[in-house]
């Protein structure tokens, strides 16, 4: 476990007032002349806090949530194990060898057309893009993939951006799959970073490294350069930053609601009776995630393509974030919490806990001077 | 109760529940357990600090450090004794003595006016100055019949905050 750093204040102007979210019901302003008994009653504070251990509402974002057990008589356990040999025996080596015809295939095109039409780069992405479509159809097939998308496909216009809700990096695989859309994404290790680099790259991906500060400019002024291009592939943008496990939605980021563009809302909701499809990346590294996928027996989901929202007159691009949260959150039946999901990796600021201390100190200075 | 396995047994639940005086019902152990779990990512049988400052809401509380200081190195079954004063089982002297032994920071059974200016420190933080806290609490004080310099032992303070409207009660989630 990492050492948690206090967040950047950059990351403040992030929030809206994650008071009005929070419980606290039972705190009414207290009226009346200052009494000793109202500075040494520390109850509702200390309720707060035994609420918070007890259970809260950001710890439950990053819960796994396995199905229910289902083999455990005499009947059904058998037929659980019959189970298992088919999905280990049978369908595992099947998508394996599925998966690997369909990389074989993909490399064997990508780079004769990579490099053989260098020259003619219209015609060079858009088979890059076909091809593109084609390995995630592949990698979907590998799971079983059951989609249904619903709504009009997303088209290629300039000035446009995609926000999805986030789960794994599957989803990446799963709207890829339709449209090959440029992505934003944390950089990664190992084999996925090897795969960001080159073909990603081709895609007009652009990567961001969460531990950097400085990097967030760089990487807003990459964003706003792209979408201004009309050559460029269609921008996806996940703002909630983080994986979160597909009941809940956090805080969107507002760097994709700032681009001056349309942002197409974009729902995903994974059915999880087939698979739990969230990728809890503190437990299990992508690898083992794509082999427990490989190993169910279905990944089902439903993908919405919602009605394309533009700021609206008056809004700000935090507001307008948090709308465009509601609509995800509406459709694909998820809970909202008032929590970035980078308190994964920092701690909040001072600045929460400052605004409680003034609220209670500016209470007992108006008290100790009524009568 | 292992730092390994992460199943209670009857006799476990039994024992803690003995250990925080019935104040919890057998289901809310077995929750509070999976709750216990679940903050003690490394699993050494106790929540660390940095455990639970990765809980925001408890991170963003005035009394974090104090409460910290309390929790430190607690097993499960401490850990559930320190939330019985938040159940609704539990008597108002039980409420009380938890906010006596919160104040209470050198755990003499006394409390000093440094000891209750170093909690209205932590509530109020810079908006109000050091000097004007110490004033405001003489002053309460004074009115409510306590000299500067007394030291309140928990019978005062069942005097001045126990009373019916006391709330503090949590909710244990059930599945």
């Given at each position: ?63 796994s949530n396995p199905p229910e057990p289902w083999n455990w008589n005499v009947y059904l356990f058998p037929l659980w194990c019959l189970g298992v040999v088919v999905r280990y025996g049978f369908l595992f080596p099947l998508r394996v060898l599925v998966l690997t ?38 990698f979907v097939a590998s799971w079983t993939g059951v ?21 794994s990096?599957i ?99 994974y059915n999880k009776i087939f698979v739990d499809a969230f990728w809890n990346?503190?437990k299990q590294s992508f690898t083992m995630h794509l082999l427990q996928l490989m190993t169910s027996w279905a990944v089902v989901c ?70 | 109760?292992?730092?390994?396995s992460s199943m ?168």
């Amino acid at each position: 476990m990492s050492k948690l750093n206090t967040s950047n204040s950059e990351f403040d102007l992030d929030r809206p007032n994650i008071e009005d979210y929070l419980p606290s019901g039972s705190i009414q302003e207290p009226r009346g002349k200052l009494r000793l008994r109202d500075l040494l009653d520390i109850s509702p504070t200390l309720t707060e806090a035994a609420g918070a251990i007890v259970d809260d509402s950001f710890t439950r974002c990053f819960k796994s949530n396995p199905p229910e057990p289902w083999n455990w008589n005499v009947y059904l356990f058998p037929l659980w194990c019959l189970g298992v040999v088919v999905r280990y025996g049978f369908l595992f080596p099947l998508r394996v060898l599925v998966l690997t015809l369909g990389w074989i295939i993909f490399l064997s095109c990508y780079f004769p057309v990579h490099t053989l039409l260098k020259g003619n780069d219209k015609l060079r992405k858009k088979l890059e893009r076909g091809l593109v479509e084609l390995i995630c159809s592949f990698f979907v097939a590998s799971w079983t993939g059951v989609i249904k998308y619903h709504g009009p496909r997303p088209s290629m216009r300039p000035r446009q951006v995609f926000v999805a809700n986030h789960t794994s990096m599957i989803d990446f695989i799963v709207l890829e799959q339709m449209t090959a859309f440029a992505v934003i994404m944390q950089k990664h290790p190992g084999w996925v970073g090897l795969l960001q680099s080159t073909i990603l790259e081709s895609l007009g991906c652009i990567w961001f490294n969460r531990s950097e500060s400085k990097d967030r400019g760089i990487v807003t002024r990459k964003l706003r350069e792209h979408v201004e291009g009309a050559d460029n592939n269609p921008l996806l943008i996940f703002p909630e930053g983080t994986c979160v496990n597909n009941h809940y939605t956090v805080m969107f980021k507002k760097g994709a609601f700032e681009l001056g563009c349309t942002v197409c809302p974009i729902a995903i909701k994974y059915n999880k009776i087939f698979v739990d499809a969230f990728w809890n990346s503190r437990k299990q590294s992508f690898t083992m995630h794509l082999l427990q996928l490989m190993t169910s027996w279905a990944v089902v989901c439903d993908v919405w393509y919602l009605e394309p929202q533009n700021l609206k007159p008056g809004e700000t691009p935090i507001e307008f974030a948090e709308r465009v949260r509601d609509i995800i959150s509406v459709r694909a039946g998820l809970k909202k919490v008032p929590w970035d999901g980078y308190l994964k990796y920092s701690r909040p600021s001072p600045k929460h806990r400052e605004r409680k201390q003034q609220s209670f100190a500016e209470s007992v200075l108006r008290r100790l001077e009524e009568k | 109760m292992g730092n390994t396995s992460s199943m209670l047994t009857q006799y476990d639940i039994e024992e803690v529940q003995e250990h925080c005086n019935h104040t919890f019902s057998q289901q809310e152990i077995v929750s509070l357990y999976q709750r216990f779990c679940q903050l003690d990512r490394n699993g050494c049988g106790f929540i660390s600090a940095d455990e639970f400052m990765s809980v925001p809401e408890f991170a963003v509380n005035p009394l974090f450090q104090r409460l910290l200081r309390m929790l430190d190195g607690l097993n499960f079954k401490e850990f559930v004794a320190f939330l019985s004063a938040f159940s609704s089982r539990a008597s108002l002297q039980q409420k009380v003595e938890f906010i006596f032994k919160v104040y209470d920071s050198d755990g003499n059974g006394k409390v000093t006016f440094n000891e209750m200016l170093d909690i209205l420190r932590d509530l109020t933080g810079q908006f109000i100055s050091e000097q004007q806290r110490e004033k405001v609490l003489t002053r309460v004080l004074e009115e409510a019949g306590y000299a500067k310099d007394s030291l309140l032992v928990q019978a005062d303070f069942m005097k001045i905050v126990g009373n019916s409207g006391l709330k503090m009660e949590v909710e244990v989630p059930v599945d």
